[in-house]
T-cell receptor
Framework: QKEVEQNSGPLSVPEGAIASLNCTYS??????FFWYRQYSGKSPELIMF????GDKEDGRFTAQLNKASQYVSLLIRDSQPSDSATYLC???????????FGSGTRLQVQP | DADVTQTPRNRITKTGKRIMLECSQT?????MYWYRQDPGLGLRLIYY???????NKGEISDGYSVSRQAQAKFSLSLESAIPNQTALYFC????????????FGPGTRLTVL
């Protein structure tokens, strides 16, 4: 079992819809959770972080964390073609000194 | 703007050559990381350093070495490059904290022929 798992996609949604991206992790003691956006050939860009159970909203983005079920999700409301990218989930596990990244979900927003 | 820079941005080399990739940052962060990215495999940690005297191996350190010359500089070396080291290499930094929000450089595309 991978430490951080994501569906590779592609996840295709129409413009204006809500895109829902999911991530599960294996280390129950994980404390910090991050979502990065990566355009093709570019570096990952931090877009959201969440540390506590529940929802955290920032503009069109909402991160959701459920530690009991060991999953974290990212919702993108009013999806735009410019949101088309690969979204990487990253987790800082208990006792670990560096982040563990999932392999990413490719999102395609259709105009 | 405080930033993370990597040199070179692109490099083509031959099998057996020694290669150095350099990373510099003006963010004032004390933690620095080297990752490689291959299609479908996500980001994999090669080495990380929490300060000048603290260097640690990541999950795929074989064939690589690093040097932390100063708080702001962290170099990655391939002592004898091989074709399966062809990848996109990223440097990242973070501030000392349990939260570990990492910020990435623009990447170096390395091709080993």
């Amino acid at each position: 079992q991978k430490e951080v798992e994501q569906n590779s996609g592609p996840l295709s949604v129409p413009e204006g819809a809500i895109a829902s991206l999911n991530c599960t992790y294996s280390d129950r003691g994980s404390q910090s959770f991050f979502w990065y956006r990566q355009y093709s050939g570019k570096s990952p860009e931090l877009i959201m972080f969440i540390y506590s159970n529940g929802d955290k909203e920032d503009g069109r983005f909402t991160a959701q964390l459920n530690k009991a079920s060991q999953y974290v999700s990212l919702l993108i409301r009013d999806s735009q073609p410019s949101d088309s990218a690969t979204y990487l989930c990253a987790v800082n596990g208990a006792g670990r000194r560096a982040l563990t990244f999932g392999s990413g979900t490719r999102l395609q927003v259709q105009p | 703007d405080a930033d993370v820079t990597q040199t070179p941005r692109n490099r083509i080399t031959k099998t057996g050559k020694r290669i150095m990739l350099e990373c510099s940052q003006t963010k004032g962060h004390d933690r620095m990381y080297w990752y490689r990215q291959d299609p479908g495999l996500g980001l994999r940690l090669i080495y990380y350093s929490f300060d000048v005297k603290d260097i640690n191996k990541g999950e795929i350190s074989d064939g690589y070495s690093v040097s932390r010359q100063a708080q702001a500089k962290f170099s990655l070396s391939l002592e004898s490059a091989i074709p399966n080291q062809t990848a996109l290499y990223f440097c990242a930094t973070s501030a000392t904290s349990q939260r570990d929000e990492q910020f990435f450089g623009p990447g170096t595309r390395l091709t080993v022929l």
